[in-house]
């Protein structure tokens, strides 16, 4: 699979003539409390009538100018109704996330990040990863680049290391259990993690008891080698590689899976 097809996607969104600008809002401002009459009419009172405004689903709000002048006054915004600003660039200015494996895990990050070369690192980051409901550290590390085109190696002192496209984990609503959505916007009904009835996570009858309540198997709704999962996890895979909307991506391993095309997840190692 091309993991790497979107780069040229990238480059393209950081031309001068980008009228999107992405807002990251201060820790504890959530957009999401504003309503979206109330943000629309702070938008225009604030910038006027612009394209088109989106929250996206880290809580980031992309707004989509009309020309590079109004771009310019986005780029300078210090609140949106109410919501304190806390940084905000043109959309393909936020940078790129990559993976390299490898790295013992008695390495001081901090140190790490002053000797990597390849690319201006920015943030670092261990990944943990699921070891029978356990998280636990990896050998991977999580690499912020301020860079638009992800290198295709860094360099530690002599060592080299290949350095592969960041692939979020899948989100699951902690109400329903399911996948694709979160808590705030869930309209299902309350489930178990653990054994998948209708109460809240562990206040199960049969505390031995674990179904999942995504696949029916006899494991938590967390179980990294849950099917349900898996898919979930394949559909991140598609998105971040083509750049594709949660539905869209569903669609295509809906057709992959059809045509017989399992894939493998790039962050577990
Ligand atoms: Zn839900
Ligand atoms: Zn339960
Ligand atoms: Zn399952």
Request: with cysteine; aromatic share 4%; glycine share 12%.
């Amino acid at each position: 699979m091309k993991l790497r097809g979107n780069r040229a996607v990238r480059r393209k969104m950081c031309q001068e003539d980008d009228l999107r600008v992405l807002v990251k809002f201060k820790e504890g401002s959530d957009i999401n409390d504003v309503g979206l009459c109330a943000l629309t009419y702070g938008l225009k009172k604030a910038l006027g009538d612009i394209e088109m405004a989106k929250i996206l689903r880290d809580g980031r709000l992309l707004i989509k100018c009309k020309n590079i002048g109004q771009r310019d006054k986005a780029l300078k915004i210090q609140s949106v109704c109410k919501k304190e600003v806390g940084e905000v660039r043109k959309f393909g200015e936020w940078g790129t996330k990559g993976v390299i494996s490898g790295i013992p895990l008695g390495e001081k990050l901090v140190e790490l990040r002053k000797v990597i070369k390849g690319g201006t690192v920015v943030s670092v980051k261990r990944l943990q990863a699921n070891r029978n409901g356990e998280k636990l550290d990896s050998t991977s590390v999580l690499l912020g680049f301020k860079e638009q085109v992800l290198p295709e190696r860094v360099m530690i002192g002599y060592m080299s290391f290949y350095v592969r496209e960041y692939v979020p984990p899948p989100i699951r609503c902690n109400k329903c259990q399911r996948y694709g959505h979160i808590a705030k916007v869930c309209k299902g009904k309350q489930r178990c993690g653990k054994c998948g009835g209708e109460h809240e996570y562990g206040k199960c009858s049969d505390r031995d008891e674990r179904k999942c309540r995504n696949c029916g198997g006899d494991h938590t709704a967390a179980y990294g080698g849950c099917p349900v999962r898996k898919r979930a996890v394949e559909v991140q895979q598609i998105r971040t590689a083509r750049n594709l909307s949660y539905a869209e991506a569903v669609k295509s391993v809906e057709r992959d899976r059809k045509e017989g095309g399992a894939k493998g997840n790039p962050n577990a190692r």
